[in-house]
């Protein structure tokens, strides 16, 4: 299950009212929120659940419109498929206090991420199944607040680390599903605050646990699917007793 679907989930469950304070709420297409509420809500949730036909409809750049300069939303999910296009990231820098953005299965690009990047208040970043490669993902390091952040299922091989590195607030970064391989671990030095690394599924093998003492901070690493021994797995255990070193076999 990839993390936009998580995050989408918890949203739903977290969704509830304050009295006529509306906290949360999730959209489907073509449906509109009143004034009142886009001027209280603070988590929002678009989602259209598809069938082969998508005979619903689908979330479109349209259905964000509403959320132009929307006071207090600080997350948004744009979850299942949808047509949207890099004009959302122009509606959304339009909005004031967005901390968290989770997106997949979208039609933006590299272009996209550009505008993405002027969105410096983001504090958690989900991107899932879309047309993106290294070099979009690596104008993401100039979010001066971004903590967490989740490029999975794309188009990326790890070149977008050099600049990933120079991060100075990222605490979480998950690469799920992705072509990046050992080569990532020679950008290692420069993630000194780094909490947490998502290697599941991707092409890294053995030869990563040579770099992953450089990241002095590190306290979990998830390897699952990866092309990893069970020796060499227990020999970095052994080593780091307090790194947590997931890997299923």
């Known amino acids: 299950m990839s993390t936009c679907v998580v995050l989408l989930v918890t ?40 069938d082969e036909d998508c005979q619903g409809g689908m979330i479109g750049d349209s259905d964000l419109e509403q959320l132009k300069g929307a006071p207090s939303v600080t997350s ?14 122009d509606i959304l820098k339009t909005v ?14 590299d272009d996209g991420l550009r505008t993405l990047a002027t969105v410096s208040t983001l504090r958690r970043l989900e991107i899932c199944d879309c047309a993106i490669t290294d070099r979009g993902v690596a104008r993401l390091a100039t979010l001066p607040r971004l903590a967490i952040l989740k490029v999975e299922d ?21 690469v799920q599903g992705t072509d990046v391989d050992d080569r990532v671990g020679k950008f290692f030095d420069g993630f000194g605050r780094l909490k947490r690394l998502g ?23 998830d390897v699952t699917g990866a092309n990893i021994s069970r020796e060499r797995i227990e020999k970095f255990r052994a080593r780091y007793p307090d790194v947590t070193a997931h890997m299923i076999w």
Not at 78 to 88: A, E, F, R, W
Not at 154 to 159: H, L, M, P, R, S
Request: glycine fraction near 8%; hydrophobic fraction near 35%.
């Open 154 to 174: 794309c188009q990326i091989v790890g070149t977008c680390f050099r600049e990933l590195s120079k991060m100075k607030c990222l605490r979480e970064l998950s």
């Open 11 to 50: 949203l739903f469950c977290e969704t509830q009212s304050s009295g006529h304070q509306v906290e949360s709420a999730i959209i489907t297409p073509g449906e509109r929120m009143s004034q009142k509420e886009i001027s209280t809500v603070k988590r929002v949730v678009f989602f259209a659940e598809c």
């Open 199 to 221: 290697l599941r599924s991707t092409h890294v093998t053995d030869d990563i646990f040579d770099y992953l003492g450089r990241l002095r901070s590190l306290k979990t690493v």
């Open 76 to 89: 948004v999910v744009i979850g299942g498929k949808s047509t949207v296009t890099n004009g959302v990231f």
């Open 96 to 109: 004031p206090k967005l901390r968290v953005l989770s997106i997949g299965e979208c039609s933006i690009t």
